[in-house]
């Protein structure tokens, strides 16, 4: 830092310098001093010095510029960590303050230590230009100075306009960039060619743009025309002070080689006052997204941690008692649903689309909390436990599991990272997911590296998933929450899975969300929901005798399966 200091004022300093060095250049020639080519040598050697600060000015800022975006980067991934729930990160309007924000990050700490450099160089060669053009007429810097403020304002006024356009324009701007990448990712890659969809997202694209380019275009030509005025000003004040300066020569009050000085001192300063002011433009439009950075990271997540957490009771009981939810957004998930888990069962959850399963699996990992009504763990309101405790007893595989392009060893042993390096329990965990034969297949075993991203080996949509309960079965917690953790898998398949499962899900609670009831027979406990409401409970022979929905749903599947001349 200090050496970017020294760099500063020489860099501010050596123009000056040689201002006043070719001031003695030229009254050498003309009154016949010292040898002017002395001061010419002098002139040479301060605009040399003056070059050669250059690369090393670069090579500081950039050093700096990388500390600090990567310093801003890792706050985002801090913060984005500590949000506990899920609730803030449903939200779009989360979504368009991150992409400002990530966007910002990219460019927005390298160009603010830019703009402070380049400040305050032309701070320092403004000071002295203001000492040197002052020996002659004191008023001089000062009018040239004064004429620079309005300038200034005009150009702060600007840089808060543009900055306000982009966050403005932030929805149609992620809209945009979202439409890029559905037409080039991987991940639609397919229907959009099926579905022909390339120029209908081009189009899309097209018209977000043109609504963000609008914003942004008449914030630059209301700049245009506000700059005018003040820029004006600005050379009528320094064409007065050279006028001056020439009349005063003649006069023979002053040397020629003071009207060389304050020509130079005049046309530089004029550079240096318009390179200060939009600094000052530029460093103002920073401190507006590091006050947006800050206020981001200062803002108070949904799920709180407690005050005071409370220790997860072992072995526990988990207990609904009339929970109820809403969604941020207005939508009623779930009503009234009351149950108990004693530790050790295996309870299934089914019910139609929307029904409000995996709602209920959110609220029990607390990804958001209760609208109503509260749940329990072995006692103790969810809301007042140790939540990174309580989680690290469940292990789970979610209905949108992750397929991370890691190792196939990383995929399973992030569940549980203090014993990543555990292989002998890694593939354990593969072979009780029915990964044996993958992990002796892939050339490098557990080192493996897995989905295209990085050029890894790619698995089936079944293998991945398998993966997924590899991953949930390798942490040894008390609680299994399966939703739909078969979907992707062949029938004989998925029957192999469930018995599996329940066999290692034995001696601890196990939650399976599953539409497939073929395989819910082997739970001790099924809970039926609808439109959000426990319908029913109760083991499944108790569940056929009542007639009622699960029936109703068991008796449908049955029929296509026979139709279908399975089972
Ligand atoms: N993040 C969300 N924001 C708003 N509403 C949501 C959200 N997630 C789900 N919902 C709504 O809540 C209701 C319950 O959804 P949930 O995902 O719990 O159903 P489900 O029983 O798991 O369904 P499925 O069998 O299709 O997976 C649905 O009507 C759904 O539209």
Redesign the pocket.
């Known amino acids: 830092m200090s050496l970017l200091a020294l760099l500063l004022v020489l860099q501010g300093t050596l123009p000056v310098a040689a201002i006043a060095i070719s001031r003695r250049v030229v009254d050498g020639l003309v009154e016949g001093g010292p040898d002017p080519l002395l001061w010419v040598g002098a002139w040479a050697g301060v605009q040399l010095l003056g070059g050669l600060l250059g690369p090393f000015d670069r090579m500081l800022r950039g050093e700096l510029a990388d500390r600090f975006t990567a310093a801003v980067n890792l706050r985002l991934i801090k913060k984005s960590g500590e949000l506990a729930g899920?609730g803030v990160l449903?939200d779009p309007a989360y979504h368009d303050d991150l992409e400002v924000l990530r966007q910002g990050a990219r460019s927005y700490p390298l160009n603010l230590i830019v703009n402070l450099v380049f400040l305050t160089r032309d701070a320092v060669t403004l000071g002295a230009l203001a000492l040197l053009l002052g020996a002659y007429a004191p008023w001089m810097p000062l009018v040239l100075l004064a004429a620079a403020l309005p300038l200034a304002r005009s150009l702060v006024a600007q840089r808060e306009a543009s900055y306000r356009a982009v966050v403005g324009a932030s929805p149609d701007a992620r809209a945009m960039n979202y439409h890029g990448r559905v037409a080039l990712g991987l991940e639609h890659a397919a229907e959009v060619r099926l579905w022909n969809l390339t120029d209908w997202l081009a189009d899309r694209y097209r018209r977000r743009f043109g609504r963000v380019f609008a914003r942004m275009q008449r914030v630059r030509r209301e700049a245009l025309w506000r700059s005018l005025a003040p820029l004006a000003l600005f050379y009528l004040a320094a064409g007065l002070s050279l006028g001056w300066t020439v009349q005063a020569a003649a006069a023979g009050a002053l040397s020629v080689g003071v009207v060389v000085l304050v020509l130079q001192g005049i046309a530089r300063l004029q550079a240096s006052a318009q390179g200060a002011v939009e600094s000052l433009g530029y460093l103002f439009e920073r401190s507006l997204f590091f006050g947006h950075l800050f206020r981001f990271l200062e803002a108070a997540p949904r799920v709180r941690p407690p005050a005071r957490p409370r220790p997860v009771p072992e072995r526990p009981e988990i207990a609904f008692e009339d929970v109820g939810f809403v969604?941020?957004?207005g939508?009623r998930?779930?009503e009234g649903v009351s149950f108990r888990v004693p530790y050790g069962q295996t309870v299934a959850l089914v019910?139609?689309?929307?029904?409000?399963?995996?709602?209920?699996?959110?609220l029990l990992l607390r990804f958001y909390d209760p609208s109503e009504g509260r749940i329990l763990v072995g006692g103790v309101d969810l809301r007042e436990l140790d939540l990174a405790a309580w989680r690290r007893e469940v292990g789970a595989v979610f209905?949108r599991f992750g397929r991370y392009a890691f190792t196939l060893g990383e995929n399973v042993g992030l569940a549980d990272l203090a014993r990543l390096d555990d292989a002998e329990a890694l593939e354990a965990a593969l072979r009780n997911a029915g990964l044996g034969e993958v992990l002796g297949r892939l050339p490098q075993g557990l080192d493996t590296p897995l989905g295209r991203a990085f050029g890894g080996r790619e698995l089936s949509g079944g293998e991945w998933q398998r993966l997924a309960i590899a991953r949930a079965l390798f942490r040894e917690a008390e609680v299994l929450v399966l939703?739909?953790p078969t979907a992707a898998l062949d029938a004989r398949a998925e029957h192999r899975i469930f018995s599996d499962f329940v066999r290692l899900a034995r001696g601890r609670t196990a939650l399976l969300?599953t539409?497939r009831l073929a395989s819910v027979r082997e739970a001790d406990r099924i809970l039926v929901?609808k439109a959000?409401r426990l319908v029913e409970d109760g083991t499944h022979d108790e569940l056929l005798a009542k007639s009622g929905e699960y029936a109703e749903l068991w008796r449908l599947q049955a029929e296509r399966y026979k139709d279908a001349g399975v089972g």
């Open positions: 899920l449903e969604y941020p957004g939508r998930a779930l019910g139609e689309n929307g029904a409000g399963k995996t709602t209920l699996i959110k209905q939703d739909e969300v539409h929901l959000g």
